[in-house]
């Protein structure tokens, strides 16, 4: 399907383990975002990219690991999760140039809970 | 620090009313300015864009942009149970495809 897809929609993990949500889009928009959302804490941006190979921190990054190969991907690594890191985790993109230069779109989300 | 705020709380309206939302920026060189509505439990989905001072109308929807004073609102027209949701702010204060969101509004219709 066309759009932006995000995998897993819903994930539960143990403290110290490794997990890696991923995120596909279909647009070849050439930024990509990730966001975690918390009650109270509004939309977070944790790591963005402008184009494949091309990576930047956002305001919450500490514990978390990108990167981006390809254009369509980019995959959110929590290297070894903490329960604070307990939230929902939304990707976005959008397009370098155009009218819809800096809309973003986003994904479903992923629920992710650490126990 | 290039803040974009949104500082009222919960907003009830009756149906069929107009439900006022304000935002307000921190970054003079902010050019654009989004408003995204975010149901329980999903993702935000884009409403409204303004980039040039005054107003601009979509169906129910209108965004006004005032550069000036740094403020932004959205106005719901013949507001509906549907409309209610949390209606998230954003700028673009960056110089790239960064955005800075406010942390939202929610909005409830009352039948």
């Known amino acids: 399907d066309a759009g932006i897809t995000q995998s897993p929609r819903y994930k539960i993990t143990e403290t110290g383990r490794q997990v890696t949500l991923m995120c596909h889009q279909t647009?070849?928009?050439?930024?990509m975002f990730w966001y975690r959302q918390d009650l109270g804490h509004g939309l977070r941006l944790i790591y963005y990219?402008?184009?494949?190979?091309?990576?930047d921190k956002g305001e919450v990054p500490d514990g978390y690991v990108v990167s981006r190969s390809k254009t369509e991907n980019f995959p959110l690594t929590l290297e070894s999760a903490t329960r604070s890191q307990t939230s929902v985790y939304f990707c976005a993109s959008s397009p370098w140039d155009g009218r819809a230069k800096n809309i973003q779109y986003f994904g479903a989300g992923t629920r992710l809970s650490v126990l | 620090q290039k803040e974009v705020e949104q500082n009222s709380g919960p907003l009830s309206v009756p149906e069929g009313a107009i439900a006022s939302l304000n935002c307000t920026y921190s970054d003079r060189g902010s050019q654009s300015f989004f408003w995204y509505r975010q149901y329980s439990g999903k993702s935000p989905e884009l409403i409204m864009f303004i980039y040039s001072n005054g107003d601009k109308e979509d169906g129910r929807f209108t965004a006004q942009l005032n550069k000036a004073s740094q403020y932004v609102s959205l106005l719901i027209r013949d507001s509906q149970p549907s409309d209610s949701a949390t209606y998230l702010c954003?700028?673009?204060?960056?110089?790239?495809?960064?955005?800075?969101f406010g942390k939202g509004n929610q909005v409830v219709v009352i039948p």
């Open positions: 647009w070849s928009h050439s930024y």
């Open positions: 954003a700028g673009a204060p960056y110089g790239n495809n960064r955005l800075a």
């Open positions: 990219s402008a184009a494949a190979d091309i990576t």
